[in-house]
């Protein structure tokens, strides 16, 4: 069985910074890689960077790219989200989980709030 925990959100201003991290037990290894999901309220949730277990090559949604950095530390099993440059359109609860993702992988998320 999988489990997913993020954690690492919180309020930030216009600018600054926050990282993420995801901790995996059981099987995520199995999984073609890992990515970071996020929804904004009354949007549906969107891919916002995957990093894939092979080769470590990291790929992003346009609107974070040069601002977002996704890596993972494979003796912690955990996951990051480097987030830079925060924008209000950033708000949102973050989510990590398999890429491409799997309904049951699902967690709380983290609510990462970006006041202008």
């Known amino acids: 069985q999988v489990t997913l925990v993020e954690s690492g959100g919180g309020l930030v201003q216009a600018g600054g910074s926050l990282r993420l991290s995801c901790a995996t037990s059981?099987?995520?290894?199995?999984?073609?890689?890992m990515g970071w999901f996020r929804q904004a309220p009354g949007e549906e949730r969107e891919f916002v960077a995957g990093i894939r277990w092979s080769d470590d090559s990291t790929y992003y949604t346009s609107p974070v790219k040069g601002r977002f950095i996704i890596s993972r530390d494979t003796a912690k099993n955990t996951v990051y989200l480097q987030m830079n440059s925060l924008k209000p359109e950033d708000t949102a609860v973050y989510y990590c989980?398999?890429?491409?993702?799997?309904?049951?992988?699902w967690g709380q998320g983290t609510q990462v709030t970006v006041s202008s």
């Open positions: 059981g099987r995520i290894a199995r999984t073609y890689g």
């Open positions: 989980n398999s890429n491409p993702p799997r309904e049951e992988f």
